[in-house]
C-alpha cells in the first residue's frame, strides 16, 4: 500500500531574511557607489569649471588683441580728401596736431609710455614703475562724409561723441575731421561672482581700461573694458627713413623717444608697426596643486619664464599678435 506523502508549504512567518553580515555588506557597496558617483561628479564640475575658464582667458585675450590692433591700425589716419588746412589746400590727407600742440602725444598717431598710464591731464608719462604694464595713446582723425553711428566715426573708445572735445570745435566749424585720442592701460579691478553655497566671492585683477577725448575737460578715469589681464606690453617697431617702411629694430617707448630725428620724421613718426601683449589670468584657482620641487611654468609678456609660486592655483597665459600701422602718412597734389 502506497502511502501519500504530504508536503507542507513553509509560512511567511518561516521565510529567512538577510543577515546582519549581508546588511552591512549591502550598505559599504552602496557607499562605495555613491563615493565613486560623488568624485565623478565633482570631476566633471571641476573639469568644466577649468574648461570655461580656460575660454574665458582665450576669449578675453583676442577681444583685448583685436580691439587695440583696431584702434592702432587707425593710428595717424586723415582723410585723403580733406585738405589739412585752409592755408595749405593742396595738402591732403596729412596728421597734424589740432588737439594741443604743447602735448608731443598729441603729435602722432602713436605715443607710448613704459611701466606706468599715461596721464591724459598733463599729456606726460609717470615714472616708469619696473615689471608694471605699458599704455599707448593712439590718434587718428574721424572721417566727416561717413554716418557717425553706422561706421563708429567721431566716437572714442568709450563710444562717446568726440564733437565734445574743445579742440574740435574748430574742426567742426570748418568743416574737417574731429581729431579722436584713445588711451589704453590696465587699471585694478575688484568684482564679486558667484561662489560655493550660494556664497559670493571677491576677485581682484586688472582690466584692460580705456580713456578717450569725448568730454570737454580731459580726466584720469580710465574705464575697464576686460577683466583679467594682468600685464601688457608694446614693442614699437621703427624704420630707418631712408626709404623702406619695414621696421628695422623694435623697441621700449622710453627708447623710441630718445631716437633722433631723421630727415623731417621724429621718432615716433617712424614707428610703423606695434607687437602687442597681453598676459590673461583666470579667477578661479584652476590647476592642480603642484608637486613639491616640480612648480611649473608659463612664459610672461617680457620673455622671461616665470616659476608659480607653491601656493598659486591660478592659470596665466599668454597673447601675442603684431600689428601694421600707418601712423604718418601725408600727401599733395
Avoid at 599704455?135 to 573708445?157: H, K, M, Q, R, W
Avoid at 621703427?238 to 630725428?261: F, I, R
Avoid at 590673461?280 to 608659463?298: E, F, H, V, W
Amino acid at each position: 500500500m502506497i502511502k501519500a506523502r504530504h508536503h507542507r508549504t513553509p509560512s511567511l512567518g518561516s521565510q529567512g531574511g538577510l543577515s546582519l553580515i549581508e546588511l552591512l555588506v549591502s550598505l559599504v557597496i552602496s557607499l562605495v557607489i555613491a563615493l565613486a558617483a560623488a568624485a565623478a561628479y565633482l570631476g566633471t564640475r571641476s573639469t568644466a569649471t577649468a574648461v570655461a575658464n580656460i575660454a574665458g582667458m582665450n576669449e578675453t585675450g583676442k577681444l583685448a588683441l583685436d580691439m587695440i590692433g583696431r584702434e592702432l591700425q587707425m593710428a595717424g589716419y586723415y582723410p585723403a580728401i580733406v585738405s589739412t588746412s585752409s592755408a595749405s589746400l593742396n595738402l591732403m590727407g596729412r596728421f597734424s596736431n589740432t588737439k594741443n600742440t604743447a602735448i608731443a602725444a598729441y603729435n602722432q598717431g602713436l605715443f607710448g609710455c613704459d611701466g606706468g598710464v599715461f596721464n591724459p591731464t598733463t599729456g606726460a608719462c609717470p615714472t616708469a614703475t619696473a615689471g608694471a604694464p605699458d599704455s599707448v595713446v593712439i590718434n587718428y582723425f574721424a572721417t566727416p562724409e561717413l554716418d557717425a553711428a553706422t561706421f563708429v566715426s567721431g566716437f572714442d573708445c568709450l563710444r562717446v561723441s568726440v564733437s565734445v572735445d574743445p579742440s574740435n570745435v574748430v574742426q567742426a566749424a570748418t568743416g574737417r575731421p574731429l581729431y579722436v585720442s584713445n588711451r589704453f592701460g590696465l587699471t585694478n579691478t575688484n568684482y564679486t561672482k558667484p561662489g560655493p553655497g550660494g556664497t559670493t566671492q571677491t576677485v581682484t585683477t586688472k582690466s584692460l581700461a580705456c580713456n578717450g577725448n569725448g568730454k570737454a575737460t580731459e580726466d584720469t578715469v580710465y574705464q575697464p573694458l576686460f577683466e583679467g589681464i594682468e600685464d601688457m606690453t608694446f614693442a614699437y617697431g621703427v624704420h630707418d627713413g631712408t626709404g623702406s617702411l619695414s621696421p628695422q629694430t623694435y623697441y621700449t617707448a622710453a627708447e623710441v623717444t630718445t631716437l633722433p630725428t631723421v630727415g623731417t620724421l621724429t621718432s615716433w613718426q617712424r614707428v610703423t608697426a606695434v607687437r602687442v601683449c597681453v598676459l590673461t589670468r583666470a579667477p578661479d584657482n584652476i590647476r592642480t596643486q603642484d608637486k613639491a620641487g616640480s612648480l611649473r611654468t608659463y612664459a610672461n609678456c617680457r620673455g622671461a619664464t616665470v616659476t608659480y609660486a607653491a601656493s598659486d592655483r591660478s592659470l596665466y597665459k599668454r597673447y601675442e599678435r603684431v600689428f601694421a600701422i600707418r601712423n604718418n602718412l601725408n600727401g599733395t597734389f
